[in-house]
């Protein structure tokens, strides 16, 4: 008898290389069943709080939230080592005039927002779609704007200044650690035996990527919004790495201090006692 699974991630070039494997058919699956649903991250995460998916990608911000119903997987992490989401506006800046700026950002549960917080403090926010974020800004709709995904490398075709990156301050703030984004979250009510079935077969669809570079890349570019094939794999290659094979002792680490670094700023709900499954 088949066994059917929802599996929700983003509709975004490093997503899509992650499970190309998977979703066309690359690697064995038995008779488990993936459901594949693509939506932006912030409606995965709302999704996620509704325990709506059973397995998902997932804001490290957002789990602190879904943390009793989900596991996370030990692979999946999306992780910016000395890079990760910017603030750009139309117009150079100071980072701490930000705190006075009105900023678009791709919604609050994201680890993005919260790394935000963490660097700058309060601040005015409109949340807005991450992929309407650069022509949010470039219309001066708001004074900035938080951004995700492939815009960290296409800013700029849109006359962009990059104030501040938050995978390079955390870097400096922490002594060296990635800056840990999403990974992949799991229904706990699945079971043991269920979950660590699931989790080989996500993993070695990720090892399938990366040993089937070109191929998956291929799959990835109806993903890309308009990236060239060059800068595709560039963004892939910053996200889909060893990091997201296994978090590792650094990566637990930064993930670790970067929730409880939450929690005590007031940003997140509570500790979260993370298991890497």
Request: proline share 5%.
């Amino acid at each position: 008898m088949t066994r059917r699974l929802t599996l929700g991630h983003s509709p975004d070039p490093d997503d899509a290389f992650m499970f190309y494997a998977l979703a066309s058919g690359k690697i064995e699956t038995g008779d488990l069943e993936f459901t594949h649903l693509l939506e932006d991250i912030e409606t995965l995460n709302r999704r996620a709080l509704r325990e709506e998916l059973d397995i998902t990608a997932i804001s490290l911000h957002a789990y602190a939230y879904v943390q009793d119903q989900y596991a996370l997987l030990a692979h999946g992490a999306s992780m910016g080592a000395g890079y990760g989401p910017m603030v750009v506006a139309a117009r150079p800046m100071a980072v701490h005039d930000l705190g006075r700026m009105l900023i678009a950002v791709p919604g609050t549960m994201t680890t993005a927002f919260l790394a935000l917080r963490l660097a700058i403090g309060p601040f005015r926010f409109r949340v807005v779609p991450f992929d309407r974020i650069l022509d949010i800004v470039a219309k001066a709709e708001a004074d900035a704007g938080l951004i995700i995904h492939e815009g960290q490398l296409t800013y700029q075709n849109q006359g962009l200044k990059k104030i501040l990156d938050l995978g390079a301050w955390w870097s400096e703030k922490t002594g060296g650690l990635p800056l840990p984004l999403g990974g992949n979250a799991i229904r706990r009510s699945l079971g043991p035996q269920l979950i660590a079935r699931v989790s080989d077969i996500l993993k070695e669809s990720i090892q399938y990527g990366l040993e089937h570079r070109q191929p998956a890349l291929t799959h990835a570019l109806a993903y890309a919004r308009d990236m060239k094939r060059e800068e595709a794999d560039t963004f892939i290659g910053m996200y889909v790495n060893d990091f997201t094979l296994d978090y590792g002792e650094d990566g637990q680490r930064a993930v670790k201090r970067l929730l409880t670094e939450g929690f005590e700023a007031g940003i997140a709900p509570g500790p979260v006692n993370v298991e890497f499954i």
